[in-house]
């Protein structure tokens, strides 16, 4: 789960894990860690909030349905409207939960024991879906910042 960069270096994923169950962070995280992954674990909604605000730029989050203090559909709904790939997991599904990630723009509904192949092939979706939102963001600024300048010094560049 690492991508090349120009530099011939190694990209790091940075991943958010959101479950109130230790059992699965400690397995998401070894599991995450063994493929070069940087790794944050919380177990409510207020700490994954949080954490997405420390100002960590998390490629993906894989986050529960069911936390003591609200739903991961809230999580999934608030964090994929601002670019970040979201894949909800549960041991409880529900066909409204099912809906609610497809029509909020999650990534994936992971049924709880979930195969790691079928993870793994969810969260590469998940960081290119994040990875393409920050790249569009990047080009409307560099737009943004170009229409400026042209708007105040003229076409010429001399204002």
Same mark, same amino acid.
């Given at each position: 789960?690492?991508?090349?960069?120009?530099?011939?270096?190694?990209?790091?994923?940075?991943?958010?894990?959101?479950?109130?169950?230790?059992?699965?962070?400690?397995?998401?995280?070894?599991?995450?860690?063994?493929?070069?992954?940087?790794?944050?674990t919380t177990s409510s909604v207020a700490h994954a909030r949080q954490a997405v605000g420390s100002g960590v730029p998390?490629?993906?989050?894989?986050?529960?349905?069911?936390?003591?203090? !609200?739903?991961?559909?809230? =999580? +999934?709904?608030? $964090?994929?409207? /601002?670019? *970040?790939?979201?894949? %909800?997991?549960?041991?409880?599904?529900?066909?409204?939960?099912?809906?609610?990630?497809?029509?909020? !723009?999650?990534?994936?509904? =992971? +049924?709880?024991? $979930?195969?790691? /192949?079928? *993870?793994?092939?969810? %969260?590469?979706?998940?960081?290119?879906?994040?990875?393409?939102?920050?790249?569009?963001?990047?080009?409307?600024?560099?737009?943004?910042?170009?229409?400026?300048?042209?708007?105040?010094?003229?076409?010429?560049?001399?204002?």
């Amino acid at each position: 789960m690492s991508g090349a960069v120009p530099d011939g270096g190694v990209l790091q994923l940075r991943l958010l894990v959101v479950d109130d169950e230790p059992t699965v962070c400690r397995m998401l995280d070894t599991f995450l860690k063994k493929r070069n992954a940087l790794v944050v674990t919380t177990s409510s909604v207020a700490h994954a909030r949080q954490a997405v605000g420390s100002g960590v730029p998390f490629d993906a989050m894989i986050v529960d349905k069911n936390l003591p203090d !609200g739903s991961g559909l809230d =999580l +999934l709904r608030e $964090f994929s409207a /601002a670019g *970040l790939g979201v894949i %909800l997991m549960t041991g409880y599904p529900t066909p409204e939960a099912e809906a609610a990630v497809k029509a909020h !723009g999650g990534i994936a509904y =992971l +049924l709880k024991p $979930f195969d790691l /192949a079928a *993870l793994d092939r969810s %969260l590469a979706q998940a960081v290119e879906f994040t990875r393409n939102h920050r790249f569009v963001r990047q080009q409307r600024s560099v737009l943004s910042t170009v229409s400026e300048g042209i708007l105040r010094h003229g076409r010429t560049g001399k204002g």
